[in-house]
């Protein structure tokens, strides 16, 4: 465990609250928000067991998770800045989406005594009013500095689908659009699943000048056990989506206007159980997971273009946030010393131009 002697900047936040806002839950937490019990059956009856699978538990969809969540959950550690990114605002007609922009700008981290950086909104780069919604984030609040567009779809269907087509980032009306992100200096924030990382390559490779950075290391699903109807069945097929998400990690690597964040790895999508034995992921568990996709992000990306970010509160269904870190650090402590301080707080500065 490092006594890390600066203050992270976690690059990857979620804030939410179903009962107030645009949610996936809203209608459910409206009905029956007062009994937990009967809020878990009815989220699981309603939403696609795909969606189930790939959160773990419905308490993410249910629960707010606002400034003071998060303070609660980084415990000892300090924290100088955190970045919000798109948590599916399900307000998507018209502008709609610019109002989950004003919601977070309105949120007290000051009460939390954390200092919210950024903002990395979400806008579909196919939408005929693309360039306007740009326009109407950032004068909604002086901290948007980026889009998100998720793109995750896996050929196994019953992997929950986050967009609605497999290969959205070569979709020539989302280049088209995106030559406004690129003109307007914003950054952009990628999640596929890892059998699409080539789609992020392309994307890399038509806007060189555009900095981009792959979530999640690309979110491996069935690295680590059993998802969907086929993925991750056996060891053999586990060794191949290794395999695979190396190879394809390491040609991304190769473009020098991307980055990734070493995050998300303990979502459920990847195959990890520990939400349905009700265990928490230890130190030492995270190490011997986590350590070869850092090792291998490291060595393909270098120190300078790997960035810490929690996904809080995705991840918390397997772990808690001081695990990680502790974990995390001296993963990083054991490769490369000199490197903590750049991937833990310097990288997400300068991608993000804080």
Same mark, same amino acid.
């Given at each position: $465990? ?12 979620? +804030? ?17 928000? =007062? ?8 989220? @699981? ?19 707010? !998770? ?7 959950? /980084? ?12 948590? &599916? ?58 889009? @998100? ?9 019953? %992997? !929950? ?14 280049? =088209? ?14 999640? %596929?699943?890892?059998?699409?990382? +080539? ?13 981009? %950075? ?33 190879? *394809? ?23 990890? @159980?520990?939400?349905?034995? =009700? ?25 300078? @273009?790997? $960035? ?5 509160? $995705?991840? &918390? ?6 695990? /990680? ?12 010393? &000199? ?7 310097? *990288?997400?500065?300068?991608? !993000?131009?804080?």
């Amino acid at each position: $465990m490092q006594q890390l002697n600066f203050p992270i900047i976690d690059a990857h936040i979620h +804030q939410w609250d179903p009962y107030t806002t645009p949610h996936a839950a809203a209608l459910a937490v409206k009905l029956f928000g =007062k009994h937990p019990k009967l809020l878990d059956k009815m989220i @699981r009856l309603m939403k696609p067991k795909a969606v189930i699978d790939t959160i773990g538990l419905t308490q993410h969809l249910t629960s707010p !998770y606002l400034p003071q969540n998060y303070k609660k959950d /980084i415990g000892r550690y300090a924290v100088e800045h955190v970045i919000h990114v798109e948590a &599916s605002w399900h307000e998507h007609k018209g502008t709609g989406v610019v109002n989950e922009t004003r919601f977070i700008e309105q949120l007290p981290f000051h009460e939390a005594d954390l200092n919210l950086a950024a903002i990395v909104a979400t806008a579909d780069p196919r939408h005929k009013n693309f360039k306007d919604l740009l326009k109407m984030h950032a004068d909604a609040s002086d901290k948007f500095l980026g889009i @998100r567009k998720m793109a995750a779809v896996h050929h196994d269907k019953g %992997v !929950y689908a986050w967009a609605d087509e497999a290969h959205l980032y070569r979709n020539p009306k989302f280049l =088209k659009g995106f030559e406004a992100l690129a003109k307007q200096n914003l950054s952009f924030d990628a999640w %596929v699943y890892s059998t699409q990382i +080539q789609d992020v390559y392309a994307l890399a490779q038509h806007f060189p000048e555009t900095n981009i %950075v792959l979530d999640h290391f690309a979110t491996p699903v069935g690295l680590f056990g059993a998802v969907g109807k086929h993925t991750g069945q056996t060891e053999q097929d586990r060794l191949i989506i290794f395999s695979d998400w190396k190879e *394809n990690l390491a040609k991304l690597a190769e473009c020098p206007n991307v980055y990734t964040k070493m995050s998300g790895l303990f979502m459920p999508v990847l195959g990890h @159980r520990f939400h349905q034995s =009700k265990q928490v992921a230890h130190k030492d568990e995270i190490v011997s997971l986590s350590a070869p996709l850092i090792q291998h992000a490291l060595d393909c990306f270098g120190t300078q @273009r790997v $960035m810490f970010a929690s996904n809080f509160p $995705m991840d &918390s269904v397997s772990t808690n946030l001081e695990n /990680i870190i502790d974990a995390f650090s001296d993963i990083i402590q054991q490769i490369d010393p &000199s490197a903590l301080k750049a991937i833990f707080h310097d *990288n997400a500065q300068t991608f !993000y131009r804080l």
